[in-house]
């Protein structure tokens, strides 16, 4: 069992940045890939970006490609998302979620941190 804890979200103005953190307890993040998602008000969580186990590989949303990144520091047990040329469209509750690394069924989630970006 894995707990998460996301961190770093906040309000910050169109254009800016946010670096979202999330810590891990209970086991070792090199048991898992781990992705982060979002969710806004009133719509369905969506996906934004993973990476696997070793942090070798990445995948993100067309939506955030180029402005978000994706890293891990396993000795720390962190993951962390780092976010860059923020737009409004990007306000949302952000989640980390650990995936199991062979199948990438997301298992063990935190309880989010928000993420508001004004105009």
């Known amino acids: 069992q894995v707990q998460l804890v996301e961190s770093g979200g906040g309000l910050v103005q169109a254009g800016g940045s946010l670096r979202l953190s999330c810590a891990a307890s209970?086991?070792?993040?090199?048991?898992?890939?781990m992705g982060w998602f979002r969710q806004a008000l009133g719509k369905e969580r969506e996906f934004v970006a993973r990476?696997?186990?070793?942090?070798?590989?990445?995948f993100y949303a067309d939506s955030v490609k180029g402005r978000f990144t994706i890293s891990r520091d396993n000795a720390k047990n962190t993951v962390y998302l780092q976010m860059n040329s923020l737009k409004t469209e990007d306000t949302a509750v952000y989640y980390c979620?650990?995936?199991?690394?062979?199948?990438?069924?997301?298992?063990?989630w935190g309880q989010g941190t928000p993420v508001t970006v004004s105009s």
């Open positions: 209970g086991r070792t993040l090199t048991s898992y890939n």
């Open positions: 990476i696997t186990w070793t942090g070798d590989t990445t």
């Open positions: 979620a650990a995936a199991q690394r062979t199948t990438w069924n997301y298992v063990h």
